[in-house]
């Protein structure tokens, strides 16, 4: 199982390293070209957009270690929008893109940030596998919620590493599954309430 993320980790990384040379070269070469003089190549025409590039290939690479490990309240939208982003770097599948759908505005839910991530990242990687075994060109995930739960519609079924992964994030999940769903902090809050009233006194 920890074999799945291993394998999805290193494409991440070998994809953001190759990035990470590519922003390298392209600055030695902005300065090799200013000291010759070359006008073409103004800091502003240049320099500003590749440190904001290098910037970014930098944040992708720190979402890759795992942060604090307790739950806290979050959106899954902007989690989701880092995994797409983080995997459109992978090594092989990156000629695969991810479409993203939202029906409804999801409600936050509770768990630990990293866990969320790597949930995400393995949800993409299964659908961009069965869309270029079927050869398209795109994978679509589709984000769902109500008050009591927010749902994530998956391009291809859940793995065992994903299973681990939801239930850190309080999902019921089962190996196979096409649908995640992860309770709202809503929800969650609900729940809390009703078993201290239940508590006897």
Not at 28 to 34: D, G, M, N, P, Y
Not at 169 to 183: F, I, K, N, Q
């Amino acid at each position: 199982m920890l074999a799945e993320w291993a394998e999805l980790s290193e494409s991440l990384l070998r994809g953001l390293v190759h990035s990470l040379n590519n922003r390298i070269t392209a600055l030695s070469a902005f300065a090799e070209l200013a000291e010759m003089g070359d006008r073409d190549f103004t800091v502003h025409a240049v320099l500003s957009g590749e440190v904001a590039r290098l910037h970014q290939v930098n944040q992708l690479l720190r979402l890759l270690v795992p942060d604090d490990p307790v739950p806290a309240a979050m959106e899954v939208g902007p989690v989701l929008a880092d995994a797409v982003a983080l995997h459109a770097h992978h090594a092989r599948l990156r000629a695969v893109s991810c479409e993203v759908v939202r029906d409804d505005i999801a409600l936050p839910v509770r768990a630990p940030r990293w866990a969320l991530l790597r949930l995400l990242l393995v949800i993409i990687e299964e659908g961009k596998r069965s869309a270029d075994r079927m050869n398209r060109g795109t994978t679509v995930l589709r984000l769902t919620g109500d008050e009591q739960w927010v749902a994530l519609h998956l391009d291809g079924g859940l793995t065992a590493y994903g299973v681990t992964m939801a239930r850190l994030c309080g999902a019921e999940a089962a190996e196979g599954d096409a649908v995640v769903r992860l309770p709202t902090l809503l929800e969650l809050r609900r729940r809390e309430r009703g078993k201290r009233e239940t508590v006897p006194s």
